[in-house]
Structures are given as structure tokens and as C-alpha cells.
């Protein structure tokens, strides 16, 4: 996950210290190989399944992706997941943790309220 964040990136609604989840939103683009838009997206989607660490592929809610591009095709994925931690940062760390340097955070983290 490129970049580092701490509580100064995020609006202070954010900081909310009763949240013990984020809802943690990630992107990243993928090169796709094939003579067609589909068998490129199953190459582009091979790509990002990698890209997640493969104890957490179940964990992280992944989406087929979008075309962004054909010459080479290139499609956008977007991957979700719902991270306990005390702290938005502890919740980024392992979100970087599970997925590879290809992955850019896409809007604040949403503050969640799990109940025990």
C-alpha cells in the first residue's frame, strides 16, 4: 500500500475514539493480457487476486473491476473490507499488511461500532 497515513490525513469525524472498526476502501489498476475485453479481465482479475496475501482473499471483498483502458486493456478493482482496530492508522496497517504496494486507499476509512 503506498503511502503512509496518520490521524493528521483524516477529517477529525474520523478520529472518533468509540470505533472499533473501519470500513477500509482500496483501488488499484491492473494490466490485463488477451486478444479480448473478457480474457483480459480474467488476467487483470488473476493480477489482483495475487495481489491480496492469501491468508486474507476471503477476508477482502473484491469487485470484477472496470475498464479504464484498452490499449493495453487496463481495469480499475476496488476491494473492501471491515478491519477491527482501536484506531483508523492500526486499521491502514493491516490493510497494508494484507494487500501488495499496488493497492491506494480510496476515501477515508468509515468509522464502525461492532458490538462484542
Given amino acids: 500500500m503506498a503511502g503512509y497515513y496518520d490521524s493528521d ?4 469525524e474520523y478520529m ?3 470505533a472499533n472498526a473501519f470500513e477500509v476502501t482500496m483501488t488499484a489498476l491492473f494490466e490485463g493480457v488477451g486478444h479480448s475485453e473478457e480474457s483480459a479481465r480474467f488476467s487483470a482479475l488473476d493480477s489482483a487476486q495475487e495481489s491480496i496475501n492469501p491468508e486474507f482473499h476471503g477476508d477482502w471483498d473484491l469487485d470484477g473491476g472496470t475498464l479504464v483502458g484498452e490499449d493495453p486493456y487496463r481495469f480499475e478493482f476496488t ?3 471491515v478491519i477491527e482496530a482501536d484506531s483508523v492508522e ?3 496497517d493491516i490493510a497494508a499488511s494484507e494487500l501488495s504496494d ?4 480510496a476515501g477515508d476509512p468509515e468509522p464502525l461500532y461492532l458490538d462484542d
Avoid at 499496488?102 to 486507499?105: A, R, V
Fill in 16 to 18: 472518533d475514539e468509540e
Fill in 79 to 81: 476491494t473492501v473490507k
Fill in 102 to 105: 499496488d493497492w491506494e486507499l
Fill in 90 to 92: 492500526a486499521a491502514l
Fill in 9 to 12: 490525513d483524516f477529517d477529525e
